[in-house]
């Protein structure tokens, strides 16, 4: 039976990396069965609507970074009140995503999907500049230190993940030490390195009416 993390690959007809390694093997469903879910012959052929295009990259991006339908809308929102006062609103949208701790965790190569980061996030596994932070949409900052508490570094879940750091590599906006488990936020993440699977203004549109 197909993950329900995999049907809104497929229904988006985008790979989303949801489900961690097993997006990045052959066994993904967007490999077997690159189509929308449903019966073959009863799927959706006709074009989809200009409100059809804006819904389907909102939910692109929304799943991207594990949101709920609220958080999500309350981010664009931020963004959308910010035009004139940044001078991408786009690139803006994407900066406060990324900051959030648990795509920054992801990022840093600590967990395999953004879900599996927000998990780690909440149980308390992590610290910032040295101070527990089980928040998984707080803000880092530049200068920021992420690291893995010490207590947990012992846990199975994170024995060999200094290890699997050595062969990681995070954007350049961060700085990982993988034998110290930790990582530094150096400066604020871009549009074009997060590179989103997503049409920033058709979500823009799709909130502003």
């Known amino acids: 039976m197909v993950d329900s993390k995999c049907k809104i690959c497929r229904r988006t007809g985008t790979k989303l990396f949801l ?3 097993k997006c990045l093997s052959p066994k993904c469903p967007m490999i077997r069965k690159p189509y ?19 819904l389907r990259e909102k939910q692109k991006l ?11 809308r309350n981010y664009v929102i931020k963004a959308l009140e910010a035009r004139g006062k940044v001078e991408d609103t786009a690139a803006f949208l994407i900066e406060i995503l990324e900051s959030r701790l648990d795509n920054t965790v992801f990022r840093l190569g600590f967990a395999s999907s953004r879900a599996n980061a927000r998990q780690m996030v909440s149980h308390g596994h992590f610290l910032v500049n040295e101070r527990p932070i089980d928040v998984p949409s707080y803000k880092v900052k530049t200068g920021d230190k992420i690291s893995l508490k010490p207590s947990s570094a012992k846990e199975n879940a994170f024995r060999n993940l200094a290890a699997a750091l ?6 350049s906006w961060l700085k990982l030490e993988a034998g110290k ?7 604020l993440p871009s549009l074009e390195e997060s590179a989103p699977p997503a049409e920033i203004a058709s979500i823009f549109e799709f909130y502003s009416k």
Do not use: I, M
């Not at 929304?62 to 999500?72: A, D, G, P, R, S």
């Not at 488990?181 to 400066?187: F, H």
């Open 19 to 21: 489900k961690g390694e």
């Open 36 to 54: 929308a879910p449903g019966k073959k012959g009863k799927r959706r052929t006709r074009p989809l609507s200009e409100y059809g295009k804006e």
């Open 62 to 72: 929304k799943n991207w970074y594990n949101l709920q339908e609220k958080q999500f």
């Open 166 to 171: 050595k062969k990681y590599t995070p954007p």
């Open 181 to 187: 488990l930790e990582g530094k936020v150096q400066k």
